[in-house]
């Protein structure tokens, strides 16, 4: 590796005077609710994105917590789905309180969680800002004035653009670009991104969703109706006699993932503990994802302990398409698809000719019968194509999906008996294959509780929809075994560790014979105060991989191990002042070959109390050797916005982003972030690429409440 940048020993020293004088510096403040909650967020989503090769979608995550955020929830009548919405609980957690509200009455305080099995402070911390607590337990009484007078409507306008000019949006020659039309984009360089919300409590929400992304037109040419992309929806819940009620775009869960799930699902990360899903069956559907989610109607009906749910999906999808001559009519002609697309772009001539492409329907059901300590479901659900899927065949994707339509069929069960929790799900495709997944969570005492998780998923399983626990992107051609514990010795120490084994009994892209990995991690988080917070973490992930060195015709296989190492440290100043510090190390063994890579940042957070602002800003050295040493990172942002880049190469990167509120009903937020690279003269390849040595982006946001 170069020698390390000047910038590097400074950042590096200014953490290590800020953890001197932390460790001695007692202070009394209190950390603001909203950002704590959001940085617990932040860690949860930041590790299942290490794992990940696209950007995520996690607006529906922010949406949840956001409803309750402005409408906190009584715990005193909360049901088991509205409680599970709080990803940091987990089904013991939820049954033991509900348990205790039961036998001993209404809870008199929030503090009094802390005599509930399972309830530490931190969880109670997590907690506060979205529930409270009163005796008062009437059902809501909703009439239409309500629905006008405590209703809440938001609305958000986001614009968004790379300032240096990339290929795509570059001056060319008229006769170059008449023999190639792809070799530009044809729309501005701009995201714009629009989003209407109603909500009434988490009864009611209709919203509407509109975006065009970079390089796409607007009104104009092949957007004539302005956006490329539409969205709407209206949902129902409790509401009468409705119990739920979805119409326009929706989301469906159910189940452990495995059969039907779209959206995002938190998978594996530090937490060992919280490995199991919580399916919230129907969902309205509020991000931008243009793909994955359904469309039409879907509803549920309770019968005393039953819920059956019923839906119904019917839109278009983009594709690759091939067209080719039915055998029997050569006046007809039949559609073949080569793949199913998911990036949601339409720049170019060529990505135009994919945009909705096909016809997907999908339409099913679920019924579940519940119970205070066992719930136990079915699903069954059949998709169809208006094409048939023509993959390229290779040897190691030879069982995937091939055809025009597909079903699944599965059942699920949760049990929770004493401290122990068990869930599994197990499901069957139309080809034959089946996926499995069967886990414990066990409080064994207040201060350790461990999980266990084995699943195994064929390599001719063919799951369209799903979102399961996995050590790869897609729920097939995998076998595993997870252990996991949490222990807190002390208030202030708390120890996680897994230790996950996986192994693939059929090839995989880029490994050419069946393999073996496992991914090992440990982290120790201190929290001596509610001011300071700091945790160290080591993780170990081998997998094999195909050797680039042909041997006789055939690239053998070797392991590649990457190993993470990890100190990150988080102080309250003051309720005004909040300082943040990572150091990152990485190594990435292949073979004999050995790569590093470093990165050190410096946050700092100004949120003054009786100013309508908050400032936030971020400066971060980095070093890798090469792409594969890469560390992933989390960056703050506006409002329902995600960022997690990825930094590679030599560099450094610089963000700053100012949340102002105008009023008691409109924010604004404007965001400044910018890379410079030493060591490279251009950036990015194909229609993105740069000349020169730095990428900025402005990001400016409004929001409306009314």
Not at 198 to 207: A, D, H, L, W
Not at 329 to 342: A, G, P, W
Not at 390 to 414: A, H, M, T
Request: charged residues 25%.
């Amino acid at each position: 590796m170069q020698k390390y940048s000047l910038e590097f020993f400074v950042v590096f020293f200014l953490c290590s005077a800020l953890i001197g004088r932390t460790m001695v510096t007692k202070v009394h403040a209190q950390v603001p609710v909203e950002t704590q909650q959001t940085e617990n967020i932040q860690e949860r989503i930041e590790d299942i994105v290490e794992n990940l090769d696209d950007e995520i979608e996690i607006t529906e995550v922010l949406d949840n917590l956001n409803v309750y955020l402005r409408n906190p929830l009584n715990l005193n009548r909360a049901t088991r789905l509205e409680l599970q919405k709080f990803f940091f609980l987990n089904d013991i957690q939820i049954h033991n309180l509900l348990e205790h509200i039961r036998l001993n009455g209404p809870l008199l305080s929030i503090y009094e969680l802390q005599t509930i099995d399972g309830y530490d402070m931190g969880t109670i911390r997590n907690l506060l800002p979205f529930v409270y607590v009163s005796r008062d337990i009437s059902a809501r009484q909703m009439t239409l004035s309500d629905f006008f007078e405590q209703g809440q409507s938001q609305l958000f306008i986001r614009y968004q653009q790379v300032l240096e000019e990339q290929k795509g949006y570059a001056p060319i020659d008229p006769e170059e670009l008449a023999e190639n039309p792809n070799a530009r984009y044809l729309g501005s360089p701009y995201r714009l991104y629009a989003r209407y919300r109603y909500t009434y409590f988490n009864n009611v929400s209709i919203g509407v969703t509109a975006e065009k992304d970079p390089g796409e037109e607007f009104f104009k040419g092949s957007q004539k109706h302005g956006f490329d992309f539409y969205s709407a929806h209206f949902y129902m819940r409790n509401v009468g006699r409705i119990h739920t009620l979805a119409l326009g775009d929706y989301h469906l869960q159910f189940g452990q993932g495995l059969n039907l799930w779209s959206g995002f699902g938190f998978g594996k990360s530090f937490d060992a503990i919280n490995i199991k899903k919580n399916a919230l069956g129907i969902r309205p559907y509020t991000s931008v994802d243009e793909n994955r989610f359904m469309r039409g109607v879907a509803a549920t009906h309770k019968i005393n302990n039953i819920e059956i749910t019923g839906f119904y999906s019917q839109k278009k999808r983009d594709a690759n398409i091939i067209e080719a001559l039915d055998t029997l009519d050569n006046d007809e002609s039949l559609l073949y698809v080569s793949s199913l697309l998911q990036t949601g772009f339409h720049r170019t001539p060529r990505e135009l000719e994919t945009k909705n492409a096909i016809d997907e329907i999908i339409y099913g059901g679920n019924i579940t019968y519940r119970q205070r300590r066992l719930s136990i479901g079915a699903t069954a659900h059949r998709t169809l194509f208006s094409a048939q899927l023509d993959r390229r065949l290779y040897l190691y994707n030879q069982f995937d999906f091939n055809d025009s339509e597909n079903y699944n069929i599965g059942v699920d069960y949760n049990y929770i008996v004493r401290n122990m929790n068990f869930f599994g799900e197990v499901v069957r495709s139309q080809s034959g294959g089946y996926a499995f997944l069967n886990g414990l969570i066990m409080s064994i005492d207040p201060r350790f509780s461990l999980s266990v998780l084995h699943r195994r998923y064929d390599k001719d399983y063919h799951p369209l929809y799903s979102n399961a626990f996995s050590e790869g992107s897609r729920i097939i051609n995998e076998q595993g075994l997870f252990f996991g514990f949490m222990f807190r010795p002390q208030r202030a120490w708390t120890f996680y560790a897994y230790a996950d084994n996986f192994k693939s009994d059929w090839l995989r892209y880029r490994v050419n014979a069946p393999s073996r990995g496992f991914d090992y991690l440990l982290q120790v988080n201190y929290r001596p105060s509610r001011q300071l917070e700091l945790y160290a973490r080591y993780r170990n992930r081998t997998k094999a991989l195909n050797n680039t060195a042909e041997e006789f015709g055939i690239y053998p296989i070797h392991d590649t191990e990457r190993q993470n190492f990890r100190f990150d440290i988080r102080f309250n100043a003051s309720r005004e002042f909040m300082l943040k510090n990572r150091a990152e190390y990485v190594t990435y063994t292949v073979g004999e070959e050995r790569n590093q890579g470093f990165m050190v940042y410096q946050d700092f957070r100004y949120a003054p109390i009786k100013l309508p602002f908050v400032f936030t800003l971020r400066y971060a050295v980095f070093q890798t050797d090469n792409f594969d040493t890469r560390i992933f990172v989390y960056e703050n942002d506006v409002l329902y916005a995600s960022s997690f880049p990825s930094y590679y190469y030599k560099g450094r990167r610089f963000y700053a982003l100012v949340r102002y509120r105008i009023n008691r009903n409109i924010d604004f937020w404007v965001r400044y972030a910018q890379t410079y690279y030493n060591d490279r003269f251009t950036i990015g390849t194909g229609l993105e690429e740069i000349q020169g040595n730095t990428r900025s982006e402005l990001k400016a946001q409004f929001r409306f409440r009314f």
